[in-house]
């Protein structure tokens, strides 16, 4: 129930494509829901983040839907660029919780290239 | 420049040799995190700590050790107990707890052999 299930492990997008990452969990409890981007040999940076009381937030190129009874949420980056080529982590947590459920939990990534 | 440091960034051991990461952080974050990243496994919770002086286990926490004597300073001892030790091992730290944003560390690639 703790999981959260990310897909696709890689993705190869041409560049002006769209990238398309996918999360699902379980734990109805989750109430925060953010994406770290990596770089290689870097740590994680937050890129966006989204609450369930909203189904969509845009912040430039980077768009998270959220789908509350599917419970899932996917990252979109609209017109791909080769400089964002990273690794994607989706992240859960329920943050009204705390204690150790307020700690995120991390999908296992997923490796985009762009090409140019 | 405020940020999280962690060395080195390289670190060799031989196995049965207990090794301690450094983490230092200059936010006055009061949460500090550590999590281990192996390949296609995401970043998985070692060990927390919300204020100093305490620290509680993540998932993942068998074999490791923390200590929180200062607000700005985390260090994690990976043991001998620790079976698989090689790894990359990030730092992380934040206000508190969510939805306060993690800041992480630029991440320690420890090889065991």
């Known amino acids: 129930q703790q999981q959260v299930k990310q897909s696709p492990q890689s993705l190869i997008v041409q560049k002006g494509g769209i990238s398309i990452i996918n999360c699902a969990y379980e734990?109805?409890?989750?109430?925060?829901f953010p994406w770290y981007q990596q770089f290689p040999g870097k740590g994680p940076a937050l890129l966006i983040a989204?609450?369930?009381?909203?189904s969509e937030k845009k912040e430039g190129r980077f768009t998270i839907s959220f789908n509350k009874s599917a419970k899932q949420f996917s990252l979109h980056i609209m017109d791909s660029q080769p400089g964002d080529s990273a690794t994607y982590f989706c992240?859960?947590?329920?943050?009204?919780?705390?204690?150790?459920?307020?700690?995120?939990?991390f999908g296992k990534g997923t490796k985009l290239s762009v090409k140019p | 420049d405020g940020g999280i440091t962690q060395s080195p960034k390289y670190l060799f051991r031989k196995e049965g040799q207990n090794v301690t990461l450094s983490c230092e952080q200059n936010?006055?974050?009061?949460?500090m995190y550590w999590y281990r990243q192996d390949p296609g496994q995401g970043l998985r919770l070692i060990y927390y700590?919300?204020?100093?002086?305490?620290?509680q286990k993540g998932d993942i926490a068998e074999g490791y050790s923390v200590s929180r004597e200062k607000k700005e300073s985390f260090p994690l001892t990976v043991t001998s107990a620790q079976k698989n030790p090689t790894a990359f091992y990030l730092c992380?730290?934040?206000?508190?707890?969510?939805?306060?944003?993690?800041?992480f560390g630029p991440g320690t690639r420890l090889t065991v052999t």
């Open positions: 734990n109805t409890a989750f109430d925060y």
């Open positions: 992240a859960a947590s329920a943050m009204n919780y705390g204690g150790s459920q307020g700690n995120l939990i």
């Open positions: 700590s919300q204020i100093v002086n305490d620290f």
């Open positions: 936010l006055n974050h009061d949460a």
């Open positions: 989204i609450r369930p009381d909203v």
């Open positions: 992380a730290s934040s206000l508190g707890q969510a939805p306060y944003e993690q800041y």
